[in-house]
């Protein structure tokens, strides 16, 4: 298995490259049945901690953190069972998109893993994102308790956006981080997940997505995309650049996975979790970025 495996001297900006060219070179042959067996598939391995039950392409990349590893040697080799999944299926660039979280698991877990394939199915690009104790405002037993309450359910097929709408629309949050002008379709309500704070407790019916302006302008970069129409759904990868204060100013970023629901153009749900490089980002405090307004 390692033979299959960029090895840890590859930087990661080798993801971004491979990314773009495997996204390029998506087969039209790639359903949702065949991505729908892929996650289960992936579940099926983290549940059990067997890394050989995933279909890996040669010359595949694996990564947790932003960090290249030996896949036998990841999370895959730890058998952690979910109290909940949900997975984004993307038939245009063949990738897919889960949500783990294992709270119940003696060492728990919130987990934001995406994959990508060739047209013969196999993996050719696998990262994750992967929370616990210490990383930023963890708390895997609220996370659990509300992702699971949320309705990310199939949207109607005449009623479904287009993928730019869906992307635009998650991306407005993202880029209204470097200006807090730039306007963000939020519907009513609207409702944020981070770590164990959810917005939508303030107020459920009203819309609590909206930020505060950051105390610098941030520019999130590596965006990796999964667009599930069907659910209405985006995941985005990429790295956040001013969390982490535990890092210096020019540091790539801090890796972080941003999930949304969208519906009629307007965001609806929004998750994120962010792996800190230093305990809780060495920011000292309880809370996250600017709550909403």
Not at 58 to 84: C, H, V, W
Not at 206 to 220: D, L, N, S, Y
Request: charged fraction near 20%; hydrophobic fraction near 35%.
């Amino acid at each position: 298995m390692k033979g299959q495996f960029i090895n840890d001297s590859i930087r990661y900006c080798a993801v971004a490259f491979a990314g773009a060219f495997f996204a390029a070179d998506a087969s039209a042959a790639c359903s949702r049945d065949s991505l729908q067996q892929l996650t289960d598939t992936y579940v099926q391995a983290q549940t059990s901690g067997n890394a050989a039950m995933i279909p890996v392409a040669d010359r595949s990349y694996y990564g947790e953190n932003d960090q290249p590893k030996d896949i036998t040697e990841g999370m895959l080799s730890e058998a952690i069972s979910p109290d909940f999944t949900r997975s984004l299926l993307d038939t245009t660039q063949c990738a897919t998109f889960t949500e783990f979280v294992a709270a119940t698991h003696e060492h728990p877990y919130v987990i934001h893993t995406r994959m990508e394939t060739n047209d013969e199915g196999k993996v050719t690009i696998m990262e994750s994102v992967v929370t616990d104790q210490d990383d930023w405002v963890f708390g895997a037993d609220v996370f659990l308790t509300h992702t699971r309450a949320e309705d990310w359910g199939v949207i109607p097929e005449d009623q479904r956006d287009m993928r730019g709408v869906i992307k635009a629309a998650a991306e407005a949050y993202i880029n209204n981080w470097g200006d807090p002008y730039l306007p963000v379709p939020h519907g009513t309500p609207c409702a944020r997940l981070e770590g164990r704070i959810y917005t939508g407790t303030r107020d459920p019916e009203g819309q609590t997505c909206t930020m505060g302006a950051f105390p610098q302008p941030i520019k999130t970069g590596n965006r990796r995309f999964v667009i599930d129409e069907t659910m209405g759904a985006v995941s985005i990868f990429h790295s956040f650049s001013w969390l982490d204060a535990g890092l210096g100013p020019y540091h790539q970023g801090t890796p972080t996975s941003q999930q949304f629901r969208v519906e009629g153009g307007m965001n609806r749900y929004i998750h994120e979790v962010t792996a800190c490089t230093t305990p809780d980002c060495s920011r000292g405090r309880p809370g996250g970025p600017p709550p909403a307004n």
